[in-house]
Each structure stands twice: as C-alpha cells, then as structure tokens.
C-alpha cells in the first residue's frame, strides 16, 4: 500500500540533544512537507521542499533542519536551538511541485510524537 | 500571511445530529482543503474546495470564494465523526496550506 511512514511513533529527548525524525513516502509524489502541532492548536509549517535538493523554509524554520537527497525522504532535525521542541510532528506529501492544483491535495503521515525531558 | 479562522471551536453533538462548521480566510485562495484528525492523530483529506459544492456520503462542503468563507455539513452524525475538523488554504504566491485552529468535534451516544 502507498503512503508515509513516521518513525519513530514517540520519541523523548534531554535538553541540547539533536533529534532526527524520518518520514518516506512511497507514493512517488514530488513536494513534502513538515507541519507542527501543540496541544489544542493548528498545523503550523515548519519546511517544505517541491523537488530533491530544494527546499523553502516555512513559518516556524528556527532551530529546525531538513535535507532532501531522496525524492522519497525528507527527515526533520530538531536541534537543540529550538526552544520549545515537545510537540507533534506531521510529515505530508502531495503530487505536483510548483503551487496547488486541483490535484495537490495533502496526503500526511500518523505523526511523531517529540518530547523533551 | 493569510488568516484562518475556525469557528465552533468546540461542539458536542448527540449523536444523529447535524453540524455545520465554519472556515473564514482574509485573502483570495486557489487550493481550500478540510481534513479530519482522529484521536490519535492522523489527518485524513475530506474535501479539496476551493470553489463551489461538494458531497461525499453524510459529508458534504460549500466554498463561496468571492466572500471568503467555506463551510462543512455533516448530517446524521456518528460516534466515529468525533475528531478535530481543519480547513487549510493556500494563495497564489504559497506553496504549503496554511492551517485554521480547528473544530473540536465530539459526538456523543
């Protein structure tokens, strides 16, 4: 079955540790995505990258890292600049680069659960 | 940036009702998407809207463009509809959906 996998599912971190969390796609789609969410909130956008070896960084980039050397992969680094990284974590994914069409809908992961000790 | 803004923020339904739920944008918008999120997290595509009427099954959604707003109906409402609605929209100079704060939607039996 195509989709995202998120791994790992729950992750807890000390204070000034870097974390990577990885997220793969099977669905051949072009652009990925990285989205926040605290408690009671919305999806706030992290990073985002419309083709391999590119990549735009979103509202809420400080302290965050990502690469994008596979079309399927796109890990997030959490470094130990972020300040407030105990959050969840959504990976998406959707077909076309270069803007939002009809056939751009969002396809997301089940998520990575960070929490920092 | 755009705004989005949600509105119930919270609902509690009995089961067999109907909702509806309400998204406000402040800009012109060229990709309108409603998601529901489940208990443990996942987020599930509804309805990509940016204009006009749609229904899948109980679900169905309206996007009226020209006054920035989209609304979502869910008749006869389910145990399992319970979740988190999100509407998220992107303009024409943005290539990620920006996220409202979402309805919290519980349904009881």
């Known amino acids: 079955d195509g989709g995202i996998t998120q791994s790992p599912k729950y992750l807890f971190r000390k204070e000034g540790q870097n974390v990577t969390l990885s997220c793969e796609q099977n669905?051949?789609?072009?652009?990925m995505y990285w989205y926040r969410q605290d408690p009671g909130q919305g999806l706030r956008l992290i990073y985002y990258?419309?083709?391999?070896?590119?990549?735009q960084k979103g509202d809420i980039a400080e302290g965050y890292s990502v690469s994008r050397e596979k079309k399927e992969s796109f890990p997030l680094t959490v470094t130990s600049a972020q300040k407030n990284p105990t959050a969840f974590y959504l990976c998406?994914?959707?077909?076309?680069?270069?803007?939002?069409?009809?056939?751009?809908?969002?396809?997301f992961g089940a998520g990575s659960r960070l929490t920092v000790l | 940036g755009i705004q989005v803004e949600q509105s119930p923020p919270d609902l509690i339904l009995q089961e067999g009702a109907n909702s509806t739920l309400r998204c406000n944008f402040s800009d012109s918008v060229n990709n309108l998407q409603w998601f529901h999120q489940n208990p443990w997290g996942q987020l599930i595509n509804l309805f990509y809207?940016?204009?006009g009427t749609k229904q899948n099954g109980r679900l169905s959604a309206t996007t009226v463009a020209t006054e920035r707003y989209s609304l979502l109906y869910i008749s006869s409402s389910q145990t399992t509809d319970s979740g988190v609605y999100f509407c998220?929209?992107?303009?024409?100079?943005?290539?990620?959906?920006?996220f409202g704060s979402g309805t919290r939607l519980q349904v009881q039996p």
């Open positions: 669905l051949n789609h072009d652009a």
């Open positions: 998406a994914s959707s077909i076309f680069p270069g803007g939002l069409s009809g056939a751009n809908v969002l396809t």
């Open positions: 809207i940016p204009s």
């Open positions: 998220a929209v992107a303009d024409t100079g943005r290539r990620a959906l920006t």
């Open positions: 990258s419309q083709i391999v070896n590119d990549f």
